[in-house]
């Protein structure tokens, strides 16, 4: 992210500092959470369970979970079909094992993303038919499969739908319909995500069986949650900060696989960990090859099995950092091509080649660079698949459904999407989404200012600060990691790393402190980093094959006036 200005947030008072009991710069990154009491303070760094809200406020809930008791007790066959990616791999995980631990037979599902796409597929049903499943359960997904759900009920297959997503203005013919962005919900947190809507379905039926809910199951709401970047308050904060407790504390042979071969460790990870090294290596999978493999581990108990899926993984995720990287710079070039220095406002970048599974990774970063909107698409013949990444200003979806008469499937929500399009509407497409967002998006404010949360110097990053900082975990969205500046330090050294210099480490000093620090993706940046510069960054602490070490993440840095 190239950022135009910085902007120190609005320092707490010393009242509130001493309401607190903090020190200002710690009562300062409460404050701009929202928390403003003692009492806040303490159930935001110790979420209880109190945050679980009762999942029959759900329309829909009882007729779900009447439904699933009786065919588990009539032994019928459960089929699930999840997403591709971790939100939807966690959650079908989660109603697999929740499911199965209570004695019912469960066949779960997983769709090949190039071949099948998004939402129930025809292959999925000719799937859970030849298995006489009787009862269907999705996750993330089915709000919009109509006409596959409606093809299911002939076969005999009846619908259980949990998703998230926004529906359409009518509604599949299913038993019961999970989903807290209904328009008609009266659920209080309307933030789930696929995997923690899928979870309330079994704290509901625990709660009739009178059973616990097994924690293994708390540690996949937990990767779900973060990987779609779920809103970290009220349920999310709980039922993520409970499952990473479970992540550090307790064995679970697929999780911790992926953590040893990433190379972290397990009793210190950090939502950053699983953000930018287990989750990737969880979605690879469906990028690449197919999904099931994810799933295959997700469900394994057994580490030796684990270990193997986790290395394969590892090789497939070598290949679509590479892979992604070209298809970043092949992107740029195009866009500096067609319109120069300017940027529009809305991006389009497409090439044949291009796997559909990159294509999200490829839009994500082009929004967060240019800061627009972005459609990443690949494909060649009659059709063409894309992704879409967002901003905040724009709304993806509210703008792709304007276009809904042409597409052959799509859906999604407001910072990200995904379709499927005939090739000979392409144009037409592009034309409609360009004027959407002229419309729109004409009079946004061009600069991309960095929020800051106060002005430390470097000696106050020791032990106890970092110890406090470790207990606002797991940040997210509404609950981002804090950003500090410090301002005159001096760059004892630098230098460009990576296999294409791509990222910039430095060794920094402020009086008696030295630190190790690295500003990712801003190796270009190499002759600026020298001498005295102020740094906006976040502290944490580096965990790397069994080595410790204090080390800043620098998110922008600027000569010291």
């Known amino acids: 992210m190239i950022y135009n200005d910085w902007n120190i947030l609005p320092e707490a008072n010393s009242s509130l500092a001493n309401q607190l009991q903090l020190s200002k710069a710690k009562a300062t990154i409460l404050f701009h959470r929202g928390i403003t009491s003692r009492n806040e303070a303490d159930a935001f760094i110790n979420p209880s369970s109190s945050n679980l809200h009762d999942p029959y406020l759900f329309q829909g809930m009882d007729k779900c979970i009447s439904r699933l008791q009786f065919a588990i007790k009539n032994k019928e066959k459960i089929g699930i079909f999840g997403d591709f990616d971790t939100d939807g791999l966690t959650g079908t995980a989660v109603l697999a094992r929740g499911l199965a631990n209570l004695g019912a037979s469960v066949h779960p599902y997983i769709p090949h993303r190039t071949l099948e796409g998004h939402g129930i597929s025809d292959e999925s049903i000719d799937f859970f038919k030849e298995n006489e499943v009787s009862l269907l359960i999705t996750v993330d997904c089915g709000v919009t499969s109509f006409n596959e759900i409606n093809t299911a009920k002939k076969l005999g297959i009846e619908t259980i739908v949990t998703d998230h997503h926004v529906p359409d203005d009518t509604l599949p013919?299913?038993?019961?319909?999970?989903?807290?962005?209904?328009?008609?919900?009266?659920?209080?947190?309307?933030?789930?995500?696929?995997?923690?809507?899928?979870?309330?379905?079994?704290?509901?039926?625990?709660?009739?069986?009178?059973?616990?809910?097994?924690?293994?199951?708390?540690?996949?709401?937990?990767?779900?949650?973060?990987?779609?970047?779920?809103?970290?308050?009220?349920?999310?904060?709980?039922?993520?900060?409970?499952?990473?407790?479970?992540?550090?504390?307790?064995?679970?042979?697929?999780i911790d696989s992926l953590i040893k071969i990433s190379g972290f460790s397990k009793s210190t990870l950090s939502t950053e960990n699983l953000s930018y090294g287990i989750i990737p290596r969880i979605?690879?999978?469906?990028?690449?090859?197919?999904?099931?493999?994810?799933?295959?581990?997700?469900?394994?108990?057994?580490?030796?099995?684990?270990?193997?899926?986790?290395?394969?993984?590892?090789?497939?995720?070598?290949?679509?950092?590479?892979?992604?990287?070209?298809?970043?710079l092949e992107a740029k070039s195009q866009l500096l091509k067609e319109k120069g220095s300017s940027t529009p406002n809305i991006i389009f970048a497409g090439k044949q080649q291009w796997m559909p599974g990159i294509l999200g990774l490829i839009a994500g970063r082009l929004s967060e660079e240019y800061n627009r909107p972005v459609i990443a698409a690949s494909g060649e013949g009659d059709y063409i698949r894309a992704s879409a990444r967002s901003i905040p200003e724009f709304n993806m979806i509210g703008a792709l459904r304007t276009c809904s008469n042409i597409f052959e499937k799509y859906g999604g929500h407001h910072m990200a999407a995904g379709f499927t399009i005939k090739s000979k509407n392409l144009k037409t497409f592009r034309q409609q989404m360009t004027s959407v967002a002229d419309e729109l998006l004409e009079n946004l404010e061009r600069k991309v200012v960095l929020d800051i949360d106060t002005e430390i110097d470097l000696n106050w990053i020791n032990r106890e600060s970092l110890s406090f900082l470790s207990s606002l975990e797991p940040y997210g969205n509404g609950n981002p990691a804090?950003?500090?500046?410090?301002?005159?330090?001096?760059?004892?050294?630098?230098?460009?790393?990576?296999?294409?210099?791509?990222?910039?480490?430095?060794t920094v000093q402020q009086g008696s402190s030295i630190i190790e620090a690295m500003a990712f993706r801003q190796g270009s940046r190499l002759k600026e980093a020298r001498g005295e510069i102020d740094i906006v960054y976040s502290p944490g602490i580096n965990h790397w094959k069994g080595n410790d070490s204090v080390q800043l993440t620098i998110e922008d840095f600027k000569k010291n006036a």
């Open 173 to 254: 013919d299913a038993v019961s319909i999970i989903n807290p962005s209904l328009p008609t919900s009266e659920y209080p947190f309307d933030h789930l995500t696929g995997v923690g809507t899928a979870f309330k379905v079994i704290q509901a039926l625990y709660e009739k069986y009178k059973s616990n809910i097994p924690d293994h199951l708390y540690a996949l709401v937990a990767l779900g949650t973060i990987s779609d970047v779920g809103l970290m308050k009220d349920e999310n904060r709980f039922l993520s900060n409970k499952g990473m407790n479970v992540i550090n504390h307790q064995p679970i042979p697929s």
């Open 482 to 506: 804090p950003v500090f500046l410090t301002k005159g330090i001096s760059v004892l050294d630098s230098r460009s790393v990576g296999k294409d210099k791509t990222h910039l480490k430095l």
């Open 283 to 328: 979605n690879v999978a469906g990028r690449l090859d197919h999904a099931k493999l994810s799933l295959q581990l997700l469900l394994s108990d057994s580490l030796e099995e684990t270990d193997k899926i986790a290395s394969k993984l590892e090789v497939l995720n070598k290949q679509r950092q590479i892979m992604t990287e070209r298809a970043i």
